[in-house]
C-alpha cells in the first residue's frame, strides 16, 4: 500500500496500525507546519506537502490545494500533487 491511495474519490489513507481512515490535516512538528496524516493512537502517517513557517500558511495552501512533494516510500518514488484531488 502507498502511503496515500484514492478511495471513492476522497483522498483519505488508512492508517498502516491499527486501519483507521485518516485524513488530510495541517499537523506541526519539529521541522515546521506541514500537511499530512496522523492518527490519534499511533502517531504520524505521513507528509503530503513541504514545510511551512506557520500553521496559517500550510493552512491556506490546504484550503487552495495548492502543496505537493516528492516522496520515496519502500525504495520507489511516488510524487502527490494536492491540486490533483477528487
Ligand atoms: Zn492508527
Redesign the pocket.
Known sequence: MIPAETTGGKRVTL?L??R?PLYLRVLESAGGYYIGYR?A??GPQGRESDYYNTRLEAQDAMDKRDFGRETQFNGRHYKHLGNSWE
Open positions: 492508517c496500525g491499527c483507521a492518527c493512537r499511533c
